[in-house]
């Protein structure tokens, strides 16, 4: 058996970091890191959209995107690049992806990590209920977030799902391990902005060093992506 066969049969805690990252940027990075430590995650996989369902299209090319998300995983030791999306001739939905990394992970538990936007949405993806079945989900939400103005949807959804006991180890009633089904509120340092302000400001030549990391500037000068055409 192979080193990566080895790997493949260990009980990891992977997360899944899924987007279009058109550009990754410190609002998905900054998030991530915090909850590797705080779940204890072995890595994450960063994984670029080829055609996510819910977005018409990306301003720079896959070939961009995926070339900025390496340049990121590169210098980041617990952050995996995963391009199975960007492979796909058709639309990516997150069910197919979280069974095809259960498949190959098959003792590890899998930790989709999502912003509170995403959360207020969650009941309208396609197979909701069973991406459950695959996966917990950490939402990344600002320090005293009012949960009491969310949608009667997503109060549902954690009333049922969400994670409240203060134990480190994630059990059922009779003290099984559970590898799937549970809702974390991951309080986080918010990094207010997102792609969109940020391609914004490149297009008018404002400064995103706040945001961006260096080598992703240098790629996107050097490319003039996000320009006016």
Known sequence: ??????????????????????????GHIEPAKQAIKKFSLDKVLVIPAHKPP??????????HRVNMAKLFCKKEPFFELDIREIKRSTL????????????????????????????LSFTTWYLWQEILQQCHLIVNTRPGY????????????????QYLSSSAEITTDNNAVKKSGYI?????????????????????????????????IEY????????NK
């Open 1 to 26: 058996m192979n080193t990566s066969e080895n790997i493949r049969d260990k009980a990891l805690k992977i997360g899944i970091l899924g987007g279009t990252f058109d550009p990754i940027h410190k």
């Open 54 to 63: 819910h977005k018409n299209s990306t301003n720079a090319s896959t070939e």
């Open 92 to 119: 990516s939905y997150t069910i197919d992806t979280l069974k095809e990394i259960k498949a190959e992970y098959p003792t590890s538990e899998l930790y989709f990590i999502m912003g509170m936007d995403s959360l």
């Open 146 to 161: 009012d949960l009491s103005s969310i949608n009667n949807e997503s109060k549902k959804l954690l009333a049922t799902h």
């Open 184 to 216: 974390f509120l991951h309080n986080c340092d918010d990094v207010n902005i997102s792609s969109t302000e940020i391609r914004k400001k490149l297009v008018n030549n404002l400064e995103c060093s706040q945001w961006l990391p260096s080598d992703i």
């Open 220 to 227: 996107i000068n050097a490319n003039q992506l996000y320009r």
